[in-house]
């Protein structure tokens, strides 16, 4: 079974430019997460999709962060204008939801996006 | 508001030797437990959970875990470290229900010495 995919696995950018993370969850995952991993802190959440519906966005900062899901499948997490603090890792995870609408509680993780802003 | 709590930032270990890692949550229910292990470079990779039942968990790579509800602890422990241990594990709480985001600690780095 193939695990959770993310591309680019780094990226190097200006503050004030933009960036793109893509993430392909595991083939029938219904619920797909983004969190944001700094240097030395456990992963935080920064949204989570069920579907192409977003459930939970209370900590992503609007004002920059945007993500989609417009398929129920692969999800885009985007960043512009990019800020010194948003260098991080960015980790996407996937669990299953069944059509009983019984939920997985293990969640898979991709490898991660290594983000610089310099 | 749930929380987890790491005290150990970095620990060594010398190989062969036992180890435990600590982990204090704060949740008022009971919550779903999971530590997960993070080698340079890599995600996250799952190595045990605890949701109900027998409070000792076992999981991969050897890995134990036990539940104490009176010390709102998850304690992992391995009885004999290997070198290719040597990684930052993370512990985590899911709060309510099952698909809910998780809620990690800080992690702590575990040095293996030969």
């Known amino acids: 079974e193939a695990g959770v995919a993310q591309s680019p696995r780094y990226k190097i950018i200006e503050k004030r430019q933009s960036v793109a993370f893509w993430c392909n969850p595991i083939s029938g995952h219904a619920t797909l997460y983004w969190y944001q991993q700094i240097l030395g802190q456990g992963p935080k959440l920064l949204i989570q999709?069920?579907?192409?519906?977003?459930?939970?966005d209370s900590q992503l900062p609007k004002d920059r962060f945007s993500a989609e899901r417009l398929k129920g499948v692969d999800s885009t997490l985007k960043i512009q204008p990019a800020k010194l603090e948003d260098s991080a890792v960015y980790l996407c995870?996937?669990?299953?939801?069944?059509?009983?609408?019984?939920?997985?509680?293990?969640?898979?993780f991709g490898p991660g996006t290594r983000l610089t802003v310099t | 508001a749930q929380s987890v709590t790491q005290p150990d930032i970095h620990i060594t270990v010398s190989e062969g030797a036992s180890l435990e890692l600590r982990c204090n949550y704060s949740?008022?229910?009971?919550?779903?437990l999971f530590w997960y292990v993070q080698s340079p470079g890599q995600g996250l990779q799952l190595l045990l959970k605890?949701?109900?039942?027998?409070?000792l968990v076992q999981g991969i790579k050897g890995f134990e875990a036990e539940f104490k509800r009176s010390q709102s602890s998850f304690n992992l422990r391995k009885p004999s470290v290997h070198w290719s241990d040597a990684a930052e594990y993370f512990c985590?709480?899911?709060?309510?229900?099952?698909?809910?985001?998780?809620?990690f600690g800080k992690g702590t780095t575990l040095s293996v010495s030969s």
């Open positions: 605890y949701f109900s039942g027998d409070t």
């Open positions: 999709f069920q579907n192409n519906g977003v459930v939970d």
């Open positions: 985590a709480v899911g709060a309510g229900q099952a698909g809910t985001a998780l809620i």
């Open positions: 995870a996937s669990s299953l939801d069944s059509l009983s609408g019984t939920s997985s509680y293990e969640q898979y």
């Open positions: 949740y008022g229910a009971t919550p779903y």
